[in-house]
């Protein structure tokens, strides 16, 4: 069982940034695509962005040039650095670990909110 640990979130006006990191408790970290989504109230939840084991970055249309993701394999660690933050960005966060097709795990969440 993988553990992922959100943080980061918080209540940011709207044009400002905030970075989002997600921890994880394991050794094999270097074998997973990690992820980013995000729910909205009274919304599925939605892809944001992710990174494959090459470090090939994926992008919603939505936040394509506000938002980039990155990890760090030596810390166990992804992160989502947000930029030019609209009101339509505030949600609930969520990390996520794919493990090809074998696995996948989901952080607890973590709260973004843009408001003036």
């Known amino acids: 069982q993988v553990q992922l640990v959100e943080s980061g979130g918080g209540l940011v006006q709207p044009g400002g940034s905030l970075k989002l990191s997600c921890a994880a408790s394991t050794n094999n970290f270097a074998l997973y695509t990690m992820g980013w989504y995000r729910q909205a109230p009274g919304k599925q939840r939605e892809l944001v962005a992710t990174i494959s084991v090459s470090y090939s970055p994926n992008y919603a249309d939505s936040v394509k040039g506000r938002f980039t993701i990155y990890r760090d394999d030596a810390k166990n660690t992804a992160y989502l650095q947000m930029n030019s933050l609209k009101p339509e960005d505030t949600a609930v966060y969520y990390c996520?670990?794919?493990?090809?097709?074998?696995?996948?795990?989901w952080g607890q969440g973590t709260q973004v909110t843009v408001s003036s």
């Open positions: 996520n670990a794919q493990w090809g097709s074998l696995a996948e795990w």
